[in-house]
């Protein structure tokens, strides 16, 4: 494809994207390369916690860059022993292993829980996953993924995994044989279109995983790291979880991800588990500084601000145009239209706003899901929402 002077030809294609290339970030802007700017309620997927290029980011990249970059996963570093600690400090779980991506940290837990059903469950090896999941693009992680076309182009898939439904215990329970180690579920199914599992749920599966002597996977990649209004997800349902991941939100958009268990689980012996980047203290460093803002009682609040400001806007705007309401937590939030809306056109729609733009993201056909920066402005909120309010009504009138 060519625009402009780009030719995109040596890139394979991957994905429909508009022809823009995107040039400069700067907190909720991105600038195109005719210099227009856009609102960017997408930011990274879900990845810029403290919006595009902060000076948190800048700071902890040229200092690491100047002291240390990868001394290789065979030698402790600092940042990543003091991510750690964090991590370990602020949830339940006593050890972490860092990944590069949320797939990658995914795989871990699949292979941490196989490995742990080989020593205490007699080799038990299938895990309990939920329709419409998202769990990455790797061949395990694509098979614990609800991707039914995924799974057919790739196949032979990776054998093991199998699906209830979210929020339908007895659909869980009439799964359980005597070859299941886990069950794993994201707190908010993200990419299915921002569905929340109920606290009564969640508080089943523990139930239940206790009860079968299974473990309890939460796949935090998209909920975590304050996404939701606390540090995790799973704090909202007071469990406590066997095995979490994080990714996307905890590098702030560098590639961070974590695998974390409780002290019990961790199984891994040497040689088990490992990856050349896995922990260096470039991207660790990072993840420090992001971390540090995102663990105050003060921004914390300010999430649950901005969301509850997000949450009444879009109902409101819901309202106007008779659409079907608002679901999410904190600023992980969709707004869920009518069947006969397409929200690919209002995306377009939106995007194409003069003189300056609005990135949304539409998870399906009927919803548009909004994943701001988490410290985002309460002006900017309501300047999406006017931005928003005319890409429904130019859809409304072509
Ligand atoms: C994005 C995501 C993943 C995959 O993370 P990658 O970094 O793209 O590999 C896995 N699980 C959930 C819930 C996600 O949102």
């Given amino acids: 494809m060519k625009f402009n002077k780009f030719n995109t030809d040596s890139l394979m294609n991957i994905t429909s994207r508009p022809d823009l290339v995107f040039i400069n970030g700067k907190g909720s802007w991105l600038q195109d390369n005719l210099g227009k700017w856009y609102l960017d309620f997408i930011q990274g997927w879900a990845v810029n916690s403290l919006g595009h290029c902060p000076p948190e980011i800048e700071k902890a990249l040229i200092s690491q860059s100047k002291k240390l970059i990868n001394p290789s996963p065979a030698f402790y570093n600092l940042p990543a022993i003091e991510l750690a600690s964090r991590l370990v400090r602020t949830s339940c779980f006593d050890r972490v292993f860092f ?38 693009r790797t061949l395990a992680t694509m098979a614990a993924s609800d991707k039914i076309s995924l799974e057919k182009i790739f196949s032979p898939k990776v054998d093991g995994f199998i699906k209830g439904e979210i929020n339908n215990l007895d659909s869980i329970v009439e799964l359980i044989d005597s070859d299941t180690v886990a069950i794993m579920i994201e707190p908010i199914q993200g990419e299915a279109g921002v569905i929340p599992a109920n606290k009564e749920f969640m508080q089943n599966l523990r139930k239940i995983s206790n009860k079968y002597n299974l473990l309890l996977i939460v796949d935090e990649i998209q909920t975590g790291m304050a996404r939701t209004g606390t540090m995790f997800a799973y ?76 949450s009444k806007g879009l109902m409101n705007l819901s309202k106007k145009w008779n659409l079907q309401g608002e679901r999410g937590t904190g600023l992980l939030r ?65």
């Fill in 99 to 136: 990944a590069n991506s949320g797939a990658e940290a995914n795989e871990g837990a699949i292979k941490l829980a196989r490995k742990w059903g080989k020593i205490n469950r007699r080799g038990a090896y299938k895990i309990i996953t939920m329709t419409k999941s998202f769990h990455g």
């Fill in 235 to 310: 704090e909202q349902s007071d469990i406590i979880p066997d095995i979490m991941t994080l990714g996307k939100g905890i590098g702030g958009g560098v590639p961070l991800a974590a695998l974390l268990a409780r002290e019990e689980i961790c199984v891994f012996e040497q040689g088990d588990q490992g990856g050349t980047y896995n922990g260096n203290p470039l991207c660790t460093a990072v993840g420090i500084a992001i971390f540090d803002v995102l663990n105050t009682l003060s921004f914390m609040s300010s999430i649950k601000d901005r969301g509850n400001q997000l």
């Fill in 334 to 398: 969709a707004l869920i239209l009518n069947s006969n809306d397409n929200a690919l056109k209002i995306v377009e729609i939106a995007r194409n706003i003069e003189p300056e733009g609005l990135l949304l993201n539409a998870p399906n056909k009927h919803s548009i899901r909004f994943m701001p920066a988490l410290n985002i402005q309460e002006h900017i909120i309501s300047l999406m929402l006017e931005k928003l309010d005319y890409a429904i009504k130019q859809s409304r009138n072509s």
